[in-house]
């Protein structure tokens, strides 16, 4: 099932607001590149398919990849179509990038390949996000990190929680000093893949029409439901912290060159189709007032800020779905930690774009301009 559509708030939000969306210029390669994508068939590799052909990425040739059961499925590209085929050593042959969205253990195995054959691997997988030859990139965040793409020739994107998040810490750290963050996590069904999305389909039907339903993706039901374990059947470390915890905190310090950051998470599945959304607590070093981070929220490129508490303005999950920008609002005085040096705030973006597909392309796009 494809992710529902919205029904256009965020449009009549920022005219209330009079905020102007500013798009952000476009990097583009030198020479058309050979581009192929693993996972063309899920909802990262098809989101990804789709931000190449919106951004006008210079294609020379593009390649839908998938696993053997796909094998001659077809995909759409724009107007257009392309046929899926199974991955095989030849598949990278000639290639200059591969985006990788097909799950660990698929790039552990071809990512290695695609630098033997003098290609460029993106990868949207946990796998090699930790590895110290590995950069790990936001590109507006850290986009220097690209320099150490050649050792491995694999750039990892981080997971999807991690970026939205450090797209609106940055400012506020590079301005007052991030010491310590909280997080809780309101994510997206999407986020589990299209089997996360047909699940809460489904189960809404089934419980709609008084029939049990079945749990299949997740451990529990979701539908109506909240579902503090990402992800849903992996066991949980004997410290109780979840694998995306893990990856967020681990994640953030790496991204933000901050080893000892104290970062404290709690990361909850909901009920929602797409857009994760994020409560964020920050201690910083030096004081900040809500009206200064707000303004430094609103001079990064990718994120804008929808706050007015007044009229009842804060930026939502159905806000999020489909925009390329991640929204802030609800941004207010943490009066726990003293000193004016504490903030909160409310952070959502599209998991599928800004959290997996867009980022990456922004990375093929900054990797392409500065570095190949
Ligand atoms: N969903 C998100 O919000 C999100 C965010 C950040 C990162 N990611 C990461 O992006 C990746 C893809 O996630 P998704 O949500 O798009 O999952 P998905 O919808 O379940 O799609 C999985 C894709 O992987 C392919 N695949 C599976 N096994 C394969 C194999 N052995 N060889 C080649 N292709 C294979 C599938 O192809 P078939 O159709 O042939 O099975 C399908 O195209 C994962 O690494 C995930 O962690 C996802």
Same mark, same amino acid.
């Given at each position: 099932?494809?992710?529902?559509?919205? =029904?256009?708030?965020?449009?009549?939000?920022?005219?209330?607001?009079?905020?102007? !969306?500013?798009?952000?210029?476009? @990097?583009?390669?030198?020479?058309?590149?050979?581009?192929?994508?693993?996972?063309?068939?899920?909802?990262?590799?098809?989101?990804?398919?789709?931000?190449? @052909?919106?951004?006008?990425?210079?294609? *020379?040739?593009?390649?839908?990849? *998938?696993?053997?059961?796909?094998?001659?499925? +077809?995909?759409?590209?724009?107007?257009?179509?392309?046929?899926?085929?199974?991955?095989?050593?030849?598949?990278?042959?000639? $290639?200059?990038? %591969?985006?990788?969205?097909?799950?660990?253990?698929?790039?552990?195995?071809?990512?290695?390949? $695609?630098?033997?054959?003098?290609?460029?691997?993106?990868? @949207?997988?946990?796998?090699?996000?930790?590895?110290?030859?590995?950069?790990?990139?936001?590109?507006?965040?850290?986009?220097?990190?690209?320099? /150490?793409?050649?050792?491995?020739?694999?750039?990892?994107? #981080?997971?999807?929680?991690?970026?939205?998040?450090?797209?609106?810490?940055?400012?506020?750290?590079?301005? *007052?000093?991030?010491?310590? !963050?909280?997080?809780?996590?309101?994510?997206? !069904?999407?986020?589990? /893949?299209?089997?996360?999305?047909?699940?809460?389909?489904?189960?809404?039907?089934?419980?709609?029409?008084? +029939?049990?339903?079945?749990?299949?993706?997740?451990?529990?039901?979701?539908?109506?439901?909240?579902?503090?374990?990402?992800?849903?059947?992996?066991?949980?470390?004997?410290?109780?912290?979840? /694998?995306?915890?893990?990856?967020?905190?681990?994640?953030?310090?790496?991204?933000?060159?901050?080893?000892?950051?104290?970062? /404290?998470?709690?990361?909850?599945?909901?009920?929602?189709?797409? =857009?994760?959304?994020?409560?964020?607590?920050?201690?910083?070093?030096?004081?900040?007032?809500?009206?200064?981070?707000?303004?430094?929220?609103?001079?990064? #490129?990718?994120?804008?800020?929808?706050?007015? #508490?007044?009229?009842?303005?804060?930026?939502?999950?159905?806000?999020?779905?489909?925009?390329? @920008?991640?929204?802030?609002?609800? %941004?207010?005085?943490?009066?726990? $930690? #003293?000193?004016?040096?504490?903030?909160?705030?409310? %952070?959502? =973006?599209?998991?599928?774009?800004?959290?997996?597909?867009?980022?990456? !392309? +922004?990375?093929?796009?900054?990797?392409? *301009?500065?570095?190949?």
């Amino acid at each position: 099932m494809p992710v529902p559509s919205k =029904s256009g708030t965020l449009d009549q939000k920022l005219e209330t607001l009079g905020v102007q !969306v500013k798009d952000q210029p476009t @990097k583009h390669p030198k020479r058309p590149m050979h581009v192929a994508v693993v996972g063309a068939t899920g909802v990262v590799g098809r989101e990804t398919l789709a931000i190449l @052909k919106e951004r006008a990425f210079p294609l *020379a040739t593009i390649k839908a990849l *998938a696993s053997e059961r796909s094998q001659g499925e +077809r995909v759409a590209f724009g107007d257009d179509e392309l046929v899926v085929e199974a991955v095989r050593p030849e598949s990278f042959a000639g $290639v200059d990038l %591969v985006f990788f969205a097909a799950g660990g253990g698929v790039s552990k195995v071809w990512a290695p390949r $695609v630098a033997e054959a003098g290609g460029v691997s993106i990868d @949207k997988s946990s796998s090699f996000r930790m590895d110290p030859d590995v950069p790990l990139v936001v590109p507006e965040v850290n986009g220097h990190a690209l320099a /150490g793409f050649a050792k491995k020739r694999i750039i990892a994107t #981080p997971n999807c929680s991690t970026i939205q998040m450090v797209q609106a810490l940055a400012p506020l750290h590079r301005k *007052a000093g991030v010491q310590r !963050v909280v997080v809780c996590t309101y994510q997206a !069904v999407s986020g589990a /893949g299209r089997g996360g999305v047909d699940e809460l389909e489904r189960q809404v039907r089934d419980l709609f029409n008084l +029939r049990e339903p079945k749990i299949d993706t997740f451990d529990q039901r979701i539908a109506f439901n909240v579902l503090p374990r990402i992800p849903a059947k992996d066991p949980i470390p004997a410290d109780g912290t979840t /694998g995306e915890e893990r990856k967020m905190i681990d994640e953030t310090r790496k991204i933000l060159e901050a080893p000892a950051l104290r970062v /404290g998470v709690t990361c909850v599945r909901v009920p929602v189709f797409n =857009s994760h959304s994020e409560a964020v607590h920050v201690e910083l070093a030096a004081p900040l007032s809500p009206e200064d981070a707000r303004a430094l929220f609103a001079a990064e #490129p990718n994120l804008l800020v929808i706050d007015d #508490p007044a009229r009842g303005l804060y930026p939502t999950a159905e806000d999020a779905s489909g925009e390329d @920008k991640t929204l802030v609002g609800r %941004v207010r005085v943490d009066a726990s $930690v #003293p000193d004016g040096r504490g903030l909160a705030f409310w %952070v959502v =973006s599209d998991n599928l774009r800004t959290g997996a597909a867009l980022n990456a !392309v +922004r990375i093929a796009e900054a990797l392409c *301009a500065d570095w190949l």
